[in-house]
């Protein structure tokens, strides 16, 4: 997830109008977008694993959710208007299109039926 | 209420397992199968035209403070001009464009592929799916829904006591369909997941798509004051040395 240093996506030059460098910022929501699912995915399998159901999985899976927003904005350094446009983009970018698949996943292992 | 009934690992091995990886591989085959079957357009030279015209207006848009207001106003009657102006199109004009590209064979053909190597797996998948594997309990879902989801999600199984976590292979279907497209976004890299409600949206946007945006961006561009930055890029400059030198 290299978004350090040439991807920053605000231009120096203005602070009144930021500008945006558009390919930038596209890449780094990308990146965003990935790692959220990639995150999702493996979720879905630790919660079928450890056997969590109903809302227990749910609130695991916002955790999981919000660990990932705390380490998206620690790798931006806290300073998200050099790398996106509003925070909105890493915090509830993708939650719920992961949500699909962290069910999907939790449903294989799920440990009451089949283990 | 809810005896926890143990399902056959027989079950997994052959329902869950391979309906999740035909899944995949027929997504994966769509993939390439629709990138073989695009048929490469020449572009269009009109449309390649207003689409320059477009990006030029955009930047035009976003960079106003750095040029003197007169530049600016005489850009801006370029573009905006009601005779001759790039960005304003007549009434009649837009119309014929969007029916003349409807009616174009070439194009109607290419929408009629697309749309139908997304639907035709859908659905022979599903009948895959209803015919092989209609009757039993397929799996457990974590999570407790209502009564009213059991007519949707137990669809083969007929009895009526059962918890409406244990689910039909039907709806193993529908949530593979779901959240697949999640690992298809990984996979086949760059969106090109099943975004078939996306796609099905970019379509029929397509028509309109040279003359909306055309009015779009002479709104856009009558709209914005112009705010000459120049005069403060001094005062800038001081306070970066200043910032600086702390």
Not at chain 2, 190 to 200: P, S
Not at chain 2, 218 to 245: F, N, S, T, V, Y
């Amino acid at each position: 997830m290299a978004r350090e240093g040439d991807r920053g996506a605000s231009g120096g030059a203005e602070d009144d109008p930021p500008i945006f460098n558009a390919e930038n910022l596209q890449s780094n929501i990308k990146s965003i977008h990935y790692s959220r699912t990639f995150l999702s995915i493996i979720g879905g399998v630790i919660a079928g694993i450890w056997g969590f159901t109903g809302l227990t999985g749910f609130i695991f899976y916002f955790l999981v959710m919000a660990a990932a927003s705390f380490g998206l904005a620690a790798k931006a350094k806290f300073s998200i208007c050099t790398y996106f446009d509003s925070w909105n983009r890493i915090f509830l970018d993708g939650i719920f299109g992961g949500l699909m698949s962290f069910v999907l996943f939790w449903t294989y292992p799920l440990k009451t039926t089949f283990w | 209420m809810a005896e926890d009934l143990v399902l056959d690992t027989a079950i997994r091995d052959w329902v869950l397992v391979p309906l999740s990886v035909v899944m995949v591989l027929i997504g994966v085959l769509r993939y390439f199968v629709s990138k073989l079957m695009r048929s490469h357009q020449a572009p269009d030279l009109k449309v390649v035209k207003e689409g320059q015209v477009i990006l030029r207006a955009r930047n035009l848009r976003a960079a106003a403070g750095f040029i003197p207001a007169k530049s600016f106003r005489s850009r801006k009657t370029y573009f905006t001009n009601e005779e001759n102006g790039l960005l304003h199109v007549p009434k009649g004009q837009a119309q014929n464009a969007q029916a003349q590209m409807f009616s174009d064979p070439n194009l109607a053909m290419d929408m009629m592929k697309k749309n139908l190597s997304m639907i035709i797996p859908q659905t022979l998948t599903f009948a895959w799916v209803n015919f092989f594997f209609s009757g039993f309990v397929a799996a457990k879902i974590p999570f407790p829904l209502t009564q009213r989801f059991r007519g949707m999600l137990q669809n083969g199984i007929d009895l009526s006591t059962v918890d409406v976590s244990y689910v039909s292979s039907r709806s193993w279907y529908f949530l593979n369909l779901f959240g697949l497209r999640g690992l298809f976004s990984l996979i086949l890299g760059e969106e090109n997941a099943m975004d078939d409600t996306q796609r099905m949206m970019q379509m029929s946007g397509f028509g309109f798509d040279p003359s909306r945006s055309l009015s779009a961006e002479k709104d856009g561009i009558d709209i914005i004051q112009h705010e000459w930055a120049l005069p403060k890029m001094e005062k800038r400059a001081e306070d970066a040395l200043k910032k600086l030198l702390k």
